[in-house]
């Protein structure tokens, strides 16, 4: 018996699965249509239960005990609901540009490509876009497990009325890009800072101590850049090396090997309880002795569970400063809902900048 003869029972078996799971995904997509009907002109998009539908596939996957992983199937089953919701009506996510930074990234893997991704000079006007209700969602990232919190983002989050409705969490891999397939004759190295920072120690090692190292304002722009330079190269990942075909010099050049970014997902709408989910908070504390005791005792003392606390100047007065803190839980939740009383009464200043599911990752 042939090869052939042998693989024709497979592939007539796939062909058959195929058409079944054809028919139905159109069959989702018609539900999803009639949801969007009954909807109206009301928030398509519902975090709290796109997390639930993930989780809940990846607990029947462990079960099945399938050849795919938990996060294969995340990703497949994230594709198909952007699909669906397109159905329904499709969104605009705001993002720092150009395309193929790390966050356009990050906003396909939440929303899936089915969404309309759209590039913005600055994170100030990604926001400003989508409080103008220009867009539906902005993806930004707010901290680096190496390098730490993006400022900006967070000076953001103090005035702006956007609520945080999920997070993303991307694994970040740089590589070295350059318009000509060698090392020779550069003089320039593009990158954002904190991919500068990020790439330092393998920079020293591997690159001439006299090729400059010039921060720009995103990865995807200092590719950009060494596609116009044949002296330079840049920082960046592989979608901007796919975006502006450069070649690729070396790979995954990040000093830290879990070098892992988040990012929040804001909007206007408030987010639900999905069952695993978080809170972060803005607080500022009374100028005066001991007060930031007494405002993390009021998480404490009613089982909060505290997973991130940051301090930035609050720009308003010398030497004061405003806290960003992340709890684990839901603004509905009882004890989460106590502690945030206590708090109020504790804080000069307090604001609640969302809740939302936990990344699915």
Known sequence: MSTDDLLKPHRDAIDSIDQTILSLLNERAAHARAIGELKGSGVVYRP?????????????????GGLLSNEAVARLFREIMSECLAVERPLTITYLGPEGTFTQQAANKHFGHAAHTQPCATIDEAFRLVEARQADYVVAPVENSTEGAVGR?????????????????????????????????????????????????????????????????????????AAEDETAVAIASQAAAERFELCKLASNIEDEPNNTTR?????????????????????????????????????????????????????????????????EGHVEDEHVKNALADLQERAAFLKIVGAYPKAVL
Not at 49 to 61: G, K, M, S
Not at 165 to 192: P, S
Not at 198 to 204: S, V
């Open 48 to 64: 709290e239960r796109e997390a639930q539908v993930l989780r809940r596939i990846q607990e029947l996957n462990g079960g099945l």
């Open 153 to 225: 983002t967070l000076d953001l989050l103090v005035a702006s009325p956007l609520k945080a409705c999920g997070e993303v969490v991307l694994r970040i891999h740089h590589h070295l890009l350059r318009k000509v397939a060698n090392q020779e004759g550069i003089t320039k190295v593009y990158a954002h800072a904190q991919a500068l920072s990020q790439c330092h120690e393998w920079l020293n090692k591997n690159l001439p101590s006299h090729v400059a190292r010039v921060a720009v304002a995103s990865n995807a722009r200092a590719a950009q850049l």
């Open 263 to 327: 990012f929040l997902v804001l909007g206007h709408q408030t987010t639900g309880a999905s069952g695993i989910d978080k809170t972060s908070l803005i607080v500022s504390a009374p100028n005066k002795v001991g007060t930031v005791h007494e405002l993390l005792h009021a998480l404490s003392e009613n089982g909060v569970s505290m997973s991130k606390l940051e301090s930035r100047p609050s720009k308003v007065g010398l030497w004061e400063y405003v806290f960003f803190i992340d709890v």
